[in-house]
């Protein structure tokens, strides 16, 4: 069996404070289900890929917590970046140490913080898209498969794909088909149009490829990246002589994947689905997962409310008691109390900057 997962388990989630901070990112919080996202991510993906085909790509601060919540992953199969520079060099090296491995291998890359409703349908259509990435295209080449959602509603926080109407692949229950073109982050009017013309879909960040062709699509799209490569296979081979890819991280702009690959190739393919999905990258996001309607409460921990309505209330260490109140976010740690409208939920990530300004409570 050639398939592998390669999960980017690296990132801050600074719209997650005061829960996530930085010796506690988004990955290990657990909000759903008891787990953390880490944990719910791996065992959502054991049933297709055993554990010694798992592998985790984070840095180095994260290490001891990934162990803590992964005790079952080979220590070997944690690949330590130098520093976060977004998706692209995340993947790039992933890859390069998958690829070293098994030089055949199709990788399922996958973020540590996402959820996911129905989790048999996610494993159909990562098998499904496992068959797609080995299935040439006309050109050619093989693909570079996305997962698309369909949007549930118009959402300004999420990238957009726009599929083209040639079929590449199907079967009884999916599809593949031609990208047309990503958008990141629309306006609010610009993501109505899209659910109301239909035919985009949420970018979900989950990519299946062949660890061969992404290295093909690096070397011909940034050549100023791939010629670091063979150093980063050194650093791979002997974890003493690291230089390469110090080398590589200090020299490159760094970027996502999307913007930098997956806009500019001409092999994208995108396979719709319908399961409910969130990247929970705020706290109205993690409301929404959770809601069943709209009027009421979620309440996790030591919680209380009374006339109160539509809202999100996280209790750690004290009862919260909520009297009256609506569409609100109201979240209790050890050493801070949070209060905001659902509305601006994004603008928690400026909490944490003026913070970090004044090196406090980090």
Not at 64 to 78: A, D, Q, S, V, Y
Not at 79 to 103: D, F, M, R, V, Y
Not at 126 to 146: F, H, Q, S, W
Not at 162 to 170: A, G, M, T, V, Y
């Amino acid at each position: 069996m050639n398939l592998y997962a390669l999960i980017m388990a690296g990132g801050e989630g600074k719209r997650f404070w005061p829960l996530s901070k930085s010796d506690r990112p988004k990955q290990f919080l657990k909000l759903i289900g008891g787990k953390s996202f880490i944990r719910l991510t791996v065992d959502r993906i054991l049933p297709l890929i055993p554990i010694e085909k798992i592998f985790i790509v984070t840095v180095e601060r994260y290490v001891r917590e990934t162990r803590k919540h992964l005790p079952e992953l080979p220590m070997e199969n944690i690949i330590i970046e130098p520093i976060g520079k977004n998706t692209a060099p995340c993947i790039a090296l992933g890859t390069l140490k998958i690829s070293k491995i098994n030089p055949k291998s199709t990788l399922v890359v996958l973020p540590a913080d996402h959820a996911i409703g129905d989790e048999s349908e996610f494993r159909e259509v990562i098998l499904y898209a496992e068959v797609v990435a080995n299935t040439k295209l006309p050109n050619g080449e093989y693909p570079l498969v996305t997962l698309g959602i369909r949007p549930t509603r118009p959402e300004t926080g999420y990238g957009y794909i726009k599929e083209s109407p040639e079929i590449l692949h199907s079967s009884k229950r999916f599809v593949g088909k031609r990208v047309s073109k990503f958008t990141e982050k629309p306006s609010l009017r610009a993501a109505k149009g899209y659910k109301a013309e239909g035919g985009y879909y949420w970018n979900s960040g989950i990519f299946i490829w062949k660890s061969s062709k992404i290295i093909k699509e690096y070397s011909e799209i940034l050549p100023g990246w791939f010629r670091y490569f063979r150093g980063i296979s050194n650093a791979i081979e002997n974890p003493d002589d690291d230089k390469g890819l110090v080398e590589f991280y200090e020299k490159i702009e760094g970027g996502s994947i999307d913007k930098l690959i997956l806009e500019k190739t001409k092999n994208s393919v995108v396979i719709p689905t319908e399961f409910s999905w969130s990247d929970i990258g705020s706290w109205q996001s993690l409301d929404e997962f959770l809601r069943s309607n709209d009027f009421e409460n979620i309440n996790l921990g030591k919680c209380i409310s009374i006339g109160s309505s539509s809202s999100l209330f996280i209790g750690d260490k004290r009862l919260i008691a909520a009297v009256g109140v609506k569409d609100l976010v109201v979240v209790e740690t050890d050493d801070a109390i949070l209060v905001l409208h659902k509305s601006k939920c994004q603008d928690v990530k400026k909490v944490v900057e003026r913070l970090e300004e004044k090196e406090i409570n980090k």
